[in-house]
């Protein structure tokens, strides 16, 4: 599973979380269903954002070692954080577009990288040593984790051997000193543009780096499914790369999914943004809704050195659950209020039902038996055939790759309980063997919930 694809020495914004949230679902479920996967993060660190980078900390330090005549390859620190680095980048970048020749300097810088040459390609490591480690640290609070941490540049070391094998199955053309792969099927209309696997200027293009990696994978994991959690405004991008893949004829028997997202809008419906326009950071969006959450949370119960915590792992299932709520093509506006709301369909209201179903199975827990034997009525019954439908839940988003069925059925599942809970008092039920029976039945509600919220990546508070 390729997902999350964070872009080194760059701020992680609204939309990679989606990546992260959608892919990290996804494989949790794929686990539970019986699969082996493998998660990459698949970092952005080839090509030109990063030669802008280096350029720029070389202008402001020009004296640093790794731009020295004598260097010679000592590790030495970077002048700047990573938080210097996220401000560094969108800096050179509007300077690039106005400066031909910053730009034409950032070139041969990305050039020399990708050469590894000297200097170049050191500080090149050290930024994205720097980088990962804040990356790691967003990652981590999103409750997000990778098997592999490799990135584009590890699939570009695969391109000459690549390069020999599309050399030997005659696919290439020339096109303005470019080479490209012609991947339009005979009488296809719709637009189709070749793949742009070497640019004029003789380096590779991202659409290269991602063949380079499906052979890197081919090669060394022996996948028989790739699946990409990207946006949706990459799919032609997909289309060119998985076509390319299919007529080199190494291995088709991969199945290569692209799995599309839409966008995460503000209430305005237009991309979610700051108050006063800038793109949100994952990091912006995160404060604002703890500070929703912050305002909910019941300070009576919660521990004072516990609050912290809580407010991160409610504000974590906000995001989390109203982002996976919808069928993950679909653009959806994110209204930070209404999902920090414990009523509705929200993660904050999950969290607080299955808290309480958990102090009612501690406080019941001598009673809490092996079997279930006894139904009042139709809320029970209600209860017992929504259990019943798990397995079609899991399927159903297996299948369609979108945590919709899950996010909808345990929102189903809970408010039945909820409206079963509100109605009957279970622990001073005179009836033994139906208090014991709805005991039963609150403690595998819990455990399904339990097993759901895993699958979603959430966390559940002591208290809230
Ligand atoms: N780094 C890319 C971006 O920010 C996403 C990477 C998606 N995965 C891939 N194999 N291309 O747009």
Not at 148 to 168: K, V
Not at 185 to 193: D, I, K, L, V
Not at 221 to 245: K, M, T
Not at 254 to 268: K, R, S, V, W
């Amino acid at each position: 599973m390729d997902y999350g694809g964070a872009n080194v020495s760059k701020t992680l914004h609204v939309g990679h979380l989606r990546s992260a949230n959608l892919g990290e679902s996804l494989k949790r479920l794929s686990k539970v269903l019986g699969n082996e996967v493998i998660g990459d993060a698949h970092l952005g660190d080839y090509g030109r954002p990063l030669g802008l980078v280096i350029l720029e900390i070389q202008k402001r330090y020009p004296d640093l070692a790794y731009f020295k005549e004598d260097y010679n390859g000592e590790d030495i620190d970077l002048p700047v954080t990573a938080k210097d680095l996220e401000a560094i980048y969108p800096f050179a970048s509007s300077k690039a577009k106005e400066d031909e020749e910053y730009l034409e300097e950032a070139r041969v810088i990305t050039t020399k990288i990708q050469n590894h040459e000297k200097g170049y390609y050191d500080i090149w490591k050290k930024i994205i040593e720097v980088s990962k480690e804040e990356i790691r640290k967003i990652y981590d609070s999103l409750n997000v984790s990778y098997d592999l941490w490799l990135g584009e540049s590890d699939a570009a070391e695969y391109f000459p051997e690549l390069l020999e094998e599309i050399n030997r199955k005659d696919i290439i053309e020339e096109s303005n000193g470019a080479k490209i792969i012609e991947v339009k099927e005979e009488e296809e209309t719709s637009p189709m543009p070749p793949l742009l696997l070497v640019k004029s200027n003789g380096s590779i293009s991202y659409e290269t780096t991602d063949l380079a990696t499906i052979y890197q994978r081919n090669k060394e994991l022996h996948p028989d499914e790739i699946w990409y959690c990207v946006d949706n405004r990459q799919q032609l991008h997909f289309e060119q790369v998985f076509r390319a893949w299919k007529k080199l004829d190494i291995n088709n028997n991969i199945n290569l999914e692209f799995i599309g997202f839409g966008t995460m809008n503000g209430t305005d419906g237009k991309p979610f943004k700051t108050r006063d326009g800038g793109v949100m950071s994952l990091k912006n969006l995160m404060d604002l809704v703890k500070e929703e959450t912050r305002k909910r949370i019941n300070y009576d119960i919660v521990e004072p050195d516990k609050v912290e915590e809580t407010v991160d792992m409610i504000a974590l299932a906000t995001i989390k659950y109203a982002d996976l709520l919808p069928y993950r093509a679909t653009d959806y506006i994110f209204n930070p209020e209404k999902f920090s709301d414990v009523e509705g369909k929200t993660g904050p209201y999950i969290l607080y039902s299955t808290i309480r179903m958990k102090s009612l199975l501690e406080k019941g827990k001598e009673e809490v038996k092996e079997t279930y034997h006894k139904i009042k009525d139709n809320i029970d019954k209600d209860i017992v055939l929504t259990l019943l439908r798990l397995p079609i839940a899991l399927t159903k988003s297996y299948e369609s790759k979108s945590l919709n069925d899950i996010t909808e059925y345990i929102y189903n599942l809970t408010s039945k309980y909820n409206k079963f809970y509100a109605e009957n008092k279970v622990l001073i039920e005179e009836d033994e063997d139906l208090k014991e029976s709805w005991l039963v039945l609150t403690s595998i509600v819990y455990k399904v919930n339990l097993l759901l919220i895993d699958i979603l990546g959430l966390k559940v508070p002591e208290k809230m």
